[in-house]
């Protein structure tokens, strides 16, 4: 089983066929709202990729708390951990025009707020692994990381956004998973970390420890968005575990692609899904 700590939005995306001006109002074309924040994200893609899936954060006292942890349960992912504190749900507000140029205001409210709890360090030390971003404060993930290692459970670490992680962190981590910028960023925190798993695009991904290097060449699918790619591929990888490094590997780069054919980030296939995809 996964338990993710991490964050939760709601986001709205507004299409209009100019910005306005400051100062100006435009009439828009269409909204739709949607599901957001890495911690979200990656929680559904391991539920529907079919590992019992834990997610922990909190969501503001408002109408966006109801929407988000309602499209968590409907993945299949335990919300019974997320805090309700005062203020926002964390909100990313898109605006996209004609050119398709895009405007994006993130207001993190109460992912501003997650702490690991006392309920929250017993679900972690029950679970085979816990994911973690860095999209929460970093004491947050931290205490997590440290829950965990001290159970025996599996530390994987999305460092994103990426920033400079201290290396009280960096000891507490089995795995990071990483694209190539925030390879390249953390190249030092990189060479550290026992097992380094590298997304690639369009070219697939890598994964690199003390067994070796494995590797899983990107599949050609017609792209729509690639917007949560990264993040299916995550949870995917991180509910498989327990397989060989190449199946992980393979199915997380499936779900990776599998997103990047429909539009928004809330679109991480099932492992039914997965499974059919790879046996065209
Ligand atoms: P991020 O979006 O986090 O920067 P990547 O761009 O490396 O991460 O994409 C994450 C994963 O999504 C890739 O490893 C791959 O599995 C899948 N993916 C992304 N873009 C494509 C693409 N153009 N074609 C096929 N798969 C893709």
Not at 24 to 48: D, I, L, P
Request: hydrophobic share 50%.
């Amino acid at each position: 089983s996964v338990v993710v700590v991490g964050s939760v939005n709601l986001d709205a995306v507004t299409v209009c066929e100019r910005f306005p001006q400051p100062g100006e109002t435009v009439t828009g074309v269409s909204v739709a709202f949607g599901q957001g924040g890495k911690g979200a994200n990656q929680a559904r893609s391991a539920a529907r990729a079919g590992a019992s899936t834990v997610f922990a954060g909190a969501v503001g006292e408002d109408a966006a708390a109801e929407t988000v942890l309602g499209s968590l349960a409907a993945a299949g992912v335990d919300v019974s951990l997320v805090a309700r504190v005062t203020g926002s749900t964390g909100f990313a507000n898109v605006t996209v025009d004609a050119t398709g140029e895009n405007h994006i205001v993130v207001v993190p409210g109460a992912n501003g707020s997650v702490t690991v709890g006392e309920a929250t360090r017993a679900a972690i030390a029950d679970a085979d692994v816990l994911l973690l971003q860095l999209e929460i404060p970093l004491p947050a993930v931290i205490d997590a990381a440290r829950a965990a290692r001290e159970a025996g459970t599996v530390v994987l670490l999305n460092p994103s956004p990426v920033q400079a992680l201290p290396d009280r962190l960096v000891d507490l981590l089995d795995a990071v998973i990483v694209n190539r910028e925030e390879e390249k960023a953390l190249a030092e925190v990189v060479e550290r970390v026992p097992y380094v798993v590298t997304t690639l695009g369009g070219d697939g991904a890598r994964a690199a420890g003390s067994d070796g290097t494995v590797e899983a060449p990107g599949f050609v699918v017609e792209v729509v968005d690639t917007t949560g790619a990264g993040d299916a591929f995550a949870g995917a990888l991180a509910a498989h575990w327990d397989l060989p490094p190449a199946e992980r590997l393979l199915r997380a780069n499936a779900a990776g692609a599998l997103t990047a054919t429909a539009a928004g980030a809330a679109a991480a296939p099932t492992g039914a899904e997965i499974d059919a995809f790879l046996s065209e």
